[in-house]
Nanobody, 118 residues
Framework: QVQLVESGGGLVEAGGSLRLSCAIS????????LGWYRQAPGKQREFVAS???????SYADAVKGRFTISGNNIKNSADLQMDNLKPEDTAVYYC????????????WGQGTQVTVSS
């Protein structure tokens, strides 16, 4: 059974930092993309950042220069380092594992809450 488990969320003041981790079990992180998404109350889920198993990264404009995503094929995990956090970063953060080629699959974690106080 495939599972993605996020950890590292919490409450932090504006300007502070948090590090989220996504641990994958039941699958190897290979030929796939692990992404972080977030959903604030009353808003749609949105893309934050992603990393391919080959190490290519991508970021939403809102987090460029503040967030850093990194994948670890050995640990079968990916982290999201979030610096200079802003109140508008407050959301539930989800990790998503997607393989766009055969055999295709998409899995989501259960989410972790990040709250940034002003």
């Amino acid at each position: 059974q495939v599972q993605l488990v996020e950890s590292g969320g919490g409450l932090v003041e504006a300007g502070g930092s948090l590090r989220l981790s996504c641990a994958i079990s039941g699958l190897r992180f290979s030929a796939s993309v692990l992404g972080w998404y977030r959903q604030a109350p009353g808003k749609q889920r949105e893309f934050v950042a992603s990393v391919t198993s080959g190490g290519t990264t991508s970021y939403a404009d809102a987090v460029k220069g503040r967030f850093t995503i990194s994948g670890n094929n050995i640990k079968n995990s990916a982290d999201l380092q979030m610096d200079n956090l802003k109140p508008e970063d407050t959301a539930v953060y989800y990790c998503r594992l997607n393989r766009p080629t055969t055999p295709r699959y998409t899995y989501w974690g259960q989410g972790t809450q990040v709250t940034v106080s002003s």
